[in-house]
C-alpha cells in the first residue's frame, strides 16, 4: 500500500522561500510519476507540479512557473517542492499525489503566507 507523508509546510512573509518533502513507502518510487496539488481555503484542488519518473521532465501551473521547483531523489524515495517568493495567493495545504491503479494523497501540509 503506497503511503505519502508530506512535511516541510509553515507560516511565512510573502517574498520568503519554502521547500516541501513528501515522503514515498510501499511501493517501487522510482517508477512513478509524482505530483503536488494545493487546495486554498473555500477553493477547489488545484494542479501545482509534476515531475516524471527519472526527473527529466517537469510541469508546472501557470500561477507558480518561474518560482516553485519539483524535484525527486529516487534513492531516498522522496519528492520535493522549493517554493520562492511566496505570495499570500499560495496560501493552501499542498498535496503529495501519486497514482497507479488509484489515486493516493497524503495529508497534506498547510503553507500560510502573510502579506
Known amino acids: 500500500q503506497v503511503q505519502l507523508v508530506e512535511s516541510g509546510g509553515g507560516l511565512v512573509q510573502a517574498g520568503a522561500s519554502l521547500r516541501l518533502t513528501c515522503a514515498f513507502s510501499?511501493?517501487?518510487?522510482?517508477?512513478?510519476?509524482m505530483a503536488w496539488f494545493r487546495q486554498a481555503p473555500g477553493k477547489e484542488r488545484e494542479f501545482v507540479a509534476s515531475?516524471?519518473?527519472?526527473?527529466?521532465?517537469?510541469f508546472y501551473a501557470d500561477s507558480v512557473k518561474g518560482r516553485f521547483t519539483i524535484s525527486r531523489d529516487n534513492t531516498k524515495n522522496t519528492v520535493h517542492l522549493q517554493m520562492n517568493r511566496l505570495k499570500g495567493e499560495d496560501t493552501a495545504v499542498y498535496y503529495c499525489?501519486?497514482?497507479?491503479?488509484?489515486?493516493?494523497w497524503g495529508d497534506g501540509t498547510l503553507v500560510t503566507v502573510s502579506s
Open positions: 499525489y501519486v497514482r497507479d491503479w488509484r489515486i493516493y
Open positions: 515531475i516524471s519518473v527519472s526527473g527529466a521532465n517537469t
Open positions: 510501499g511501493g517501487s518510487f522510482s517508477g512513478y510519476a
